[in-house]
């Protein structure tokens, strides 16, 4: 019986701990308020609770309150039910005067037990003036104009850094601020900055934009984010990133004149507002002279190495992966340096990236595998692979090895070759005493002079041909070198294949119905396109030195034209696919029918 009852008390012990523990009490309100504006001040609990006290709060009036109030819901997830409660309280405050000001925790008890409530910060700035018979003449005459004050509706593109190394990343937020008084129902002809100069990476927002309180110039506006973009600067010095466009369409009250009767038959028009921001400069410094382990790596990054095994057999594939992780440039680092034996046959690194880009920076890590194959058997060693990172916190290089790698190589059932090892390397068979050979011996069948192959006819003839197919030969080697030592010939000739497999990609998101993906490969196949054809980096390239170039190579405006419409409605649909007009379908056909104008067109 005893038994019984301490397992019972056992049990009951931590479920009273564990409720008593999850006794949640909030406080919550707006971040920012104005002199003498109302707002509600909420405290959530979910447990019911008593004697609820309120802090002191001498810069705000307390105009009513606490209005309780109580909810619940009830969940079934594999057959438990589970119940939560939530009761409220609810008090409406009124700011009296500006600044920054903190709510202390509320209290309030639970089963005789006491429990505190987080604290609040609430900034207060100056109120708005009420409009004058004069304003109100003034706000109808821009009504009637369709007019947007500057100070009521802009964009900004704020950047987390201003000084930064070359290849150190950038946050760049496109932010809109749009004041209480202005409704706006969406928006028109967005206008991307080019970033040129930059290598960027986008990040991933909501199509749907989510505005927030905040305060800018001590004045409140609804604040949404347009775009975030992470930047990686490819040039030195200062680089100036072009303004953000876009065109806001307003919602406006149109009034003819004043009367009685103005309240019952006022009517409403939708404006087009343009915005621009300012364009904004970045000073960029070059990075510390490098060492020779160094492969373009910036960040905060890590290294290692591993080799898929170490006992082998002669004509065996193996394996060596080399990975980079952290938090940086990874997309732009390139394979390390790994000196392998000289009786290895090793192929290029397969590159594989598990990355992701959010505010923080580009994350993840980068992975390059060296496929090898040992050709003979014996003992190996891989020295230690070196690699270097520049760290922008630091301003300094980071150094790591990995260790070296021994290989004990067998020989294989193929392999006809003698066994070698690592003390000693293939050297050619050369002759030790050539003062003596060895005397043949036997017969030897003695020809006439006129008999002999050697002089004749058609040893001469046989003769002249070989040097004539060498002449061929090497005639069409020197062409072919020629040709491959032209890289940007090479780029030139497969642009139009590249650029079709890319648009090949485009179309299998367009059959899975992937928009952004859709919409960012039909972009990456006509700049990547461009960038090979013109001889641009893809990170110089923006529209106005590719419509000059085009313009150059003697391209039709027409199809120029339609160059630019593509570019813009792709860019368009990617911050907003709602407000794109015709079917994708539609734009893919286009893609592929301008693809192939440019082919013809750019000489």
């Known amino acids: 019986m005893i038994k019984k009852i301490l397992v019972t008390l056992m049990l009951l012990i931590p479920a009273f701990y564990a409720g008593a523990d999850s006794v949640r009490f909030n406080m919550s309100g707006p971040n920012v308020v104005t002199v003498g504006e109302q707002f509600r ?4 609990l979910n447990e019911r609770g008593s004697d609820l006290q309120m802090p002191e709060i001498p810069n705000f009036d307390i105009l009513m309150g606490p209005s309780t109030s109580q909810s619940s819901s009830i969940q079934i997830i594999n057959g ?37 409530s987080n604290e609040l910060k609430i900034q207060v700035v100056k109120g708005q003036k009420p409009a004058t018979s004069q304003g109100g003449q003034q706000e109808q005459a821009a009504a009637a104009s369709g007019s947007i004050n500057k100070e009521d509706l802009f964009v900004k593109v704020e950047l987390d850094k201003r000084r930064v190394f070359k290849g150190e990343q950038i946050l760049a937020t496109v932010k809109i601020y749009v004041a209480p008084n202005v409704p706006i129902t969406s928006f028109n002809d967005v206008k991307l900055p080019s970033y040129a100069g930059f290598w960027t990476q986008e990040i991933d927002i909501p ?55 103005d309240d019952f038959f006022d009517n409403y028009r939708t404006i087009e507002a343009k915005v621009v921001s300012d364009p904004v400069n970045i000073q960029v410094k070059d990075l510390p002279n490098p060492p020779a382990s160094f492969s373009g790596a910036v960040g905060n990054l890590k290294f290692s190495a591993s080799l898929d095994k170490e006992q082998l057999k002669s004509n065996e594939a193996a394996t060596l992966k080399v990975t980079i992780s952290g938090n940086g440039n990874l997309r732009l680092i390139d394979a390390p340096k790994v000196e392998f034996p000289a009786d290895f046959e090793v192929y290029d690194p397969k590159t594989n990236e598990s990355l992701n880009a959010t505010s923080n920076g580009l994350t993840g890590s980068k992975t390059f595998e060296y496929l090898f194959i040992p050709r003979f058997a014996g003992e190996y060693t891989i020295p230690a692979i070196q690699f270097a990172s520049f760290d922008p916190a630091s301003g300094k290089y980071k150094y790591d090895q990995s260790k070296a790698f021994n290989l004990q190589v067998e020989k294989g059932s193929d392999d006809q070759s003698t066994t070698v090892t690592s003390a000693y390397s ?71 294949k590249v650029a079709r497999k890319r648009l090949k990609a ?31 980096p893809v990170a110089d390239l923006n529209r106005e030195n590719a419509t000059e170039s085009l313009k150059k190579r003697q391209v039709s405006s027409d199809t120029i034209n339609e160059f630019i419409q593509i570019v813009d409605t792709c860019e368009f649909a990617r911050y907003a696919p709602s407000a794109v007009g015709g079917t994708k379908d539609e734009l893919f056909q286009q893609a592929a029918s301008l693809m192939g104008k440019l082919e013809k067109q750019i000489r």
């Not at 059959?511 to 396109?529: C, I, M, S, T």
């Open 41 to 44: 001040l909420s405290f959530t």
């Open 80 to 116: 438990k039910t589970t119940q939560t409660v939530s009761f409220s309280y609810i008090f409406i405050l009124r700011a009296k005067e500006e600044g920054t000001f903190t709510i202390r925790p509320a209290s309030i008890k639970v089963d005789g037990k006491i429990y505190e």
């Open 207 to 261: 199509n749907q934009i989510s505005f927030t309180r905040e305060v800018y110039n001590n004045k409140i506006y609804q604040v949404g984010i347009l775009k975030k973009t992470l930047l990686f600067p490819q040039q030195t010095g200062k680089i100036t990133i072009d303004p953000f466009e876009i065109t806001c369409l307003v919602r406006q009250r149109v009034r003819q004149q004043r009367s009685f009767f």
């Open 426 to 496: 293939k050297e050619d068979v050369r002759f030790i005493g050539k003062d003596i050979r060895f005397i043949k011996q036997g017969q030897y069948k003695l020809k006439p002079k006129e008999s002999s192959f050697y002089g004749s006819l058609s040893f001469y003839l046989i003769y002249l041909g070989a040097l004539l197919v060498f002449a061929i030969v090497a005639l069409v080697y020197r062409k072919k070198l020629k040709e491959n030592a032209n890289i940007q010939l090479i780029r030139n000739k497969k642009a139009n």
């Open 506 to 536: 485009a179309a299998g998101h367009l059959k899975q119905n992937q928009d952004e993906a859709f919409y960012e490969a039909v972009l990456k196949a006509f700049w990547g396109y461009l960038s090979d054809k013109l001889s641009i």
